[in-house]
């Protein structure tokens, strides 16, 4: 568990997508505890390399990106979160937002959030008290048009410091609960981060012949796009896709989640290779790794959907925790689950031989 705390820093760092800069370099500085061979491509994502133990074939590429005898395997995690942006300013100095990702508008009601301007300010979203509200409107749904942000400034200072497009983001300290239990905003995806960090600090102590990109990507939130441009660049072997699931609570269809504390669930369905998937499995019962199996019936709604489709097809899996509450401030995780998945990481590449590599087009 030595990135429990890393874990809770990024949590509380604001990353929407296409801003992602202060939790790219947070991430960036946690990663050169594993090799030196850290970098931030044109697009934002955040790439460490740790090479394998095979020897690589001479060429004028650059050791990272060199043809070898051994398996070249992308982890990739998203780092971002689901955002909001200013739309307009209104007469008094309201804010009006769109969402850059999947918010419910009834999540966001009586919020803090963060205005990243000119000065990153501190607002509110507030909502009419039902002494003023009508039945009728009490028993509405608020859409995201109805909402807006109260920064407690005059009109003119507002103005300012504002301006549209600027950059919202929740404003919420990450909180440790009972039995284990992490709540805050952006455990989607930052928790997946958490597991590439607790993977490589397992991989420290297993020998493994695969060359390993864990990589941190950008704008899953908003179609997957750090995930593409990282999958043609390195062109795995194997891509592995690292993300949240559903846990249990009431009210939720048991077959649709998990529970939490359980270990990671392994997503098995038309986006996932099915050879990946029983070497995951197989891994995952040879080292005694908890685990659930996630039926999926066809895309994901994950970086796995496009790595799949990159360049000619490349070989992908899915992997990740459940969480409750997703898309809210208070999703809700187990670390224990954080480091069981980075645990079956570690062991699957490092069971990993060129072999099962070329397995993977015999069906």
């Avoid at 050791?63 to 398996?71: C, D, F, M, Y």
């Avoid at 039995?179 to 590439?196: P, W």
């Avoid at 038309?270 to 039926?295: C, D, S, Y």
């Avoid at 509450?325 to 570690?346: F, K, N, P, Q, W």
Wanted: charged share 20%; net charge negative; aromatic share 6%.
């Amino acid at each position: 568990m030595r990135h429990r705390s890393t874990f809770m820093e990024l949590l509380a760092l604001p990353g929407g997508p296409g801003f992602e800069e202060a939790v790219a370099e947070r991430i960036h500085r946690a990663f050169l505890a594993y090799t030196h061979q850290v970098e931030t491509d044109h697009m934002g994502n955040v790439l460490a390399y740790v090479p394998g133990s095979a020897t690589p074939v001479p060429t004028d590429l650059g050791e990272h990106l060199a043809p070898t005898v051994r398996p070249r395997v992308l982890l990739a995690a998203h780092m971002d979160e689901i955002a909001l942006m200013v739309t307009r300013i209104e007469s008094g100095g309201f804010l009006r937002l769109a969402q850059t990702g999947g918010f419910d508008a009834r999540t966001l009601l009586s919020q803090e959030v963060w205005v990243h301007g000119r000065q990153t300010l501190l607002g509110v979203i507030g909502a009419q008290p039902p002494h003023l509200s009508t039945s009728e409107e009490r028993q509405q749904t608020p859409s995201l048009d109805d909402l807006y942000v109260d920064l407690a400034l005059p009109e003119a200072r507002v103005r300012e410091l504002v301006r549209p497009g600027d950059r919202v983001t929740l404003a919420r300290t990450p909180y440790e609960l009972l039995n284990g239990r992490i709540s805050g905003k952006a455990l989607d995806n930052r928790a997946s981060v958490a597991i590439l960090l607790e993977c490589l600090e397992h991989l420290r102590s297993l020998r493994h012949t695969a060359d390993v990109w864990a990589v941190a990507t950008v704008q899953e939130e908003v179609g997957m796009r750090g995930a593409s441009v990282v999958g043609y660049r390195l062109q795995p072997h194997i891509a592995l896709a690292v993300d949240v699931t559903f846990a249990e609570f009431p009210g939720q269809a048991p077959d649709e989640s998990f529970p939490l504390g359980s270990g990671p669930a392994i997503a098995f369905g038309p986006n996932v290779h099915p050879k990946v998937f029983a070497g995951l499995r197989a891994a995952a019962t040879r080292h005694r790794v908890p685990f659930h199996i996630e039926f999926t019936q066809g895309p994901t709604g994950t970086d796995a959907r496009v790595l799949q489709l990159t360049a000619s097809g490349l070989a992908t899996g899915l992997v990740g925790i459940p969480i409750r509450y997703m898309h809210c401030s208070v999703e809700t995780a187990v670390y224990d689950d954080i480091v069981e998945c980075g645990r079956l990481l570690a062991h699957y590449l490092a069971d990993l031989t060129m072999a099962d590599v070329e397995g993977l087009t015999c069906y």
